[in-house]
């Protein structure tokens, strides 16, 4: 008995499935939204706290160490999940080759982007750079 197979030649050759580099890009994204869960609710939870205060005072608060790892915890998860985001955005809607690279190459600097000024001022407030 024959069975068809929907796999290509090269698929059956290499022994790769239809969702073979997806799944890290599913996962990735998965893990990422997890851990965003209880890192944005610390990141409210302190930009909660720090309204109303004077600028010595908010220095102060974001300038500690276990603040400070909260923020890069938040700013890294965030920005890479957001890069894996707009990476399947730009994948599922741009048709243009030539456009579709061109917007992930600008997306993934855009994140990179974000993620240095971010991890910057974080950095500038927790040793006084």
């Known amino acids: 008995?024959?069975?068809s197979s929907l796999r290509t030649p090269l698929g059956r050759v290499a022994h790769l499935?239809?969702?073979?580099?997806?799944?890290r890009h599913f996962w990735h994204q998965r893990l990422t939204a997890v851990a965003n869960v209880p890192l944005?609710?610390?990141f409210v939870l302190i930009v909660v706290g720090v309204l109303g205060r004077n600028h010595a005072a908010v220095?102060?608060?974001l300038g500690s160490t276990f603040v400070s790892i909260v923020v890069l915890l938040f700013v890294v998860?965030?920005?890479y999940h957001m890069r894996l985001g707009m990476q399947v955005i730009i994948e599922d809607y741009v048709h243009d080759e030539n456009l579709k690279i061109a917007a992930l190459m600008a997306n993934t600097f855009f994140t990179i982007a974000?993620?240095?000024a971010a991890a910057f001022a974080t950095f500038k407030l927790a040793f006084g750079l």
Do not use: H, K
Request: net charge positive; charged share 10%; no cysteine.
């Open 59 to 61: 220095v102060q608060i």
């Open 40 to 42: 944005t609710i610390a």
């Open 17 to 23: 499935g239809t969702a073979r580099s997806g799944t």
């Open 114 to 116: 974000v993620g240095f």
């Open 1 to 3: 008995m024959s069975r």
């Open 77 to 79: 998860s965030s920005v």
